[in-house]
């Protein structure tokens, strides 16, 4: 569409237009502006269910506001994390939104972020509470990886296929401990490459350690046979 232009983006977008269908019941976990949103809720139609978590006031606002037609969207204004309760979120101006973050140290911007508490929840917590169970599930929160998963033990025996963004900075402290919980629940990595196609991969840890790029996003599926 013109709107994206980081490689692992655009290699995620074709996964996702090749993979989701009608009905599917997906969650994205930090969904900024929204257009992973969109591309998901185009993909679920009318008879499938989006649901958005952004914390954030300023981008929550924006995102709600491209999500006004979209019916099979529903966006919730809170944070994902290891259970239900308060916590602090650190929001950076707009243009730098996508570093928000409740891991103040992942950002290594110099401008000055606004600290506020926003309500938080978990998503086993939420899928309990709202009867549903999705297949697929998004999450990209600057950081906050570890402690969505540690809060989805439940619905993980049931959820096929995760996208989680990988940064190579902070990969040790913050987002190796993420891909461990995942392992350890019996999910196997693949990359997606140029095609949108799955490739599995024997060594995830030296893959991050050898981008060119920051960031990458990886699948995340159970292994059958």
Sequence with gaps: TGVKNHSSELRLVRYILFTLKSGDVVIDAGA??????MVMAACVSGEGTVIAFEPSVKTGEYLRKNMLHKLQVRTEQMMLSSSKGESTFHEFPLKYSEFNTSIQRV?????????RVVQMTSLDAYCKENEIMPGFVKIDLAGGEYNVIKGAMHILTHVEKIALRLRKNDYEMLYGPAVTLLVQAGFVAFRINDQGVLVRMSDIDAYVSSLTEESDHIIFRKFIG
């Excluded at 900024?32 to 949103?37: A, D, I, Q």
């Design 107 to 115: 950002s290594k911007k110099t401008m000055s972020s606004t600290s």
């Design 32 to 37: 900024h502006l929204g257009y992973f949103t």
